[in-house]
Nanobody, 122 residues
Framework: QVQLVESGGGLVQAGDSLRLSCAASGRTLSRNGMGWFRQVPGKERKFVAAITWIGGSTYYADSVKGRFTISRDSAKSTVTLQMNSLKPEDTAVYYC???????????????WGQGTQVTVSS
């Protein structure tokens, strides 16, 4: 089992920055991929970014490339999503997820956090 707890969401203005954190506990070594997804009501969950615990390889959705940065602290079992130049369309509930590999497909992840709301006003 892996437990994930997100934090850091909130209400910001367009152009501002926000940092999300995901604290992982349990059998974290069994899951090499960590991802961030986001979802707005009535729409499917979408990939944002992913990283591997081993090697730190990173992957990004085109919509956030150059604005968001994913990183991990293996010693603290924490994954961070630094979000800069936020836009109103970034508004969503952001979820942290753990899976055997870092991919953009939500079905590759079998552990999910409870989500944290990010709201960007124009």
């Amino acid at each position: 089992q892996v437990q994930l707890v997100e934090s850091g969401g909130g209400l910001v203005q367009a152009g501002d920055s926000l940092r999300l954190s995901c604290a992982a506990s349990g059998r974290t070594l069994s899951r090499n991929g960590m991802g961030w997804f986001r979802q707005v009501p009535g729409k499917e969950r979408k990939f944002v970014a992913a990283i591997t615990w081993i090697g730190g390889s990173t992957y990004y959705a085109d919509s956030v490339k150059g604005r968001f940065t994913i990183s991990r602290d293996s010693a603290k079992s924490t994954v961070t999503l630094q979000m800069n130049s936020l836009k109103p369309e970034d508004t969503a509930v952001y979820y942290c997820a753990a899976g055997s590999r870092a991919t953009s497909a939500h079905y590759d992840y079998d552990y999910w956090g409870q989500g944290t709301q990010v709201t960007v006003s124009s």
